[in-house]
């Protein structure tokens, strides 16, 4: 199956600092999901990203399918920021989705 | 408002004894699905159901059972023979066929069990 790597696995910011998540996954994808969950284990879906990039506010994601990597950036991170973040990806779509998951980048964000 | 509602949030096992967890969608979603995490890890298939009176054995099936006998509802049984349940579990649902945004899947709050 499709292997799923994230960096770093944990990080400490302070509030305002901006920052970038990776996520490395071994085989071409159609489907690339981000999502924060929040310190109560609520999973909350961000990005919808397989391929280019979007813009949500604070965040934005770029998906770079032929290199196999997408990246998460968080500018001036708030507190509420604060949880783990999630990629997951899947080989095939028009059927129920099967996403594989990462491990997950884990943030806190400092006053 | 619409969303998927789990229930309960928090159960107590004792050895020997089969659980439901509850889950039910009012998304009008085609698909559900039931997946296991444990703490520090990421999320893992157990079960998905693309449609009623059928389902699919996901990566960690074993101990676990299913039923969709509604569109809108999706039981999970965590059953004497799973070995180790003690997890957060998380129920969700997508559309099927793609599209602008794809099969994005929406969570529900999760079910912390716990053996004693």
């Known amino acids: 199956g499709i292997q799923v790597e994230q960096s770093p696995p944990d990080l400490i910011l302070q509030e305002g600092a901006n920052s970038t998540l990776r996520c490395n996954f071994s085989d071409s994808v159609n489907n690339l999901q981000w999502f924060h969950q929040n310190p109560w284990g609520q999973l909350i879906n961000l990005f919808y990203i397989p391929s280019g990039t979007k813009q949500n506010g604070r965040l934005s994601a770029t998906t770079v399918a032929t290199e196999r990597y997408s990246l998460l950036y968080i500018s001036s991170s708030q507190t509420t920021d604060s949880g783990v973040y999630f990629c997951?990806?899947?080989?095939?779509?028009?059927?129920?989705?099967?996403?594989?998951f990462g491990t997950g980048t884990r943030l806190q964000v400092t006053l | 408002d619409g969303g998927i509602t789990q229930s309960p949030k928090y159960l107590f096992r004792k050895e020997g004894q089969n659980v439901t967890l509850s889950c039910e969608q009012n998304l009008n979603h085609d698909a559900m699905y039931w997946y296991r995490q444990d703490p520090g890890q990421g999320l893992r298939l157990i079960y998905y159901?693309?449609?009623?009176?059928?389902?699919q054995k996901g990566d960690i099936a074993e101990g676990y059972s299913v039923s969709r006998e509604k569109k809108e509802s999706f039981p999970l049984t965590v059953t004497s023979a799973q070995k180790n349940p003690t997890a957060f579990y998380l129920c969700?649902?997508?559309?099927?066929?793609?599209?602008?945004?794809?099969?994005?899947?929406?969570f529900g709050e999760g079910s912390w069990l716990t053996v004693v």
């Open positions: 159901s693309q449609i009623v009176n059928d389902f």
């Open positions: 969700a649902s997508t559309w099927i066929g793609g599209g602008a945004s794809g099969n994005t899947i929406y």
């Open positions: 997951a990806v899947e080989r095939y779509t028009g059927t129920a989705s099967k996403l594989t």
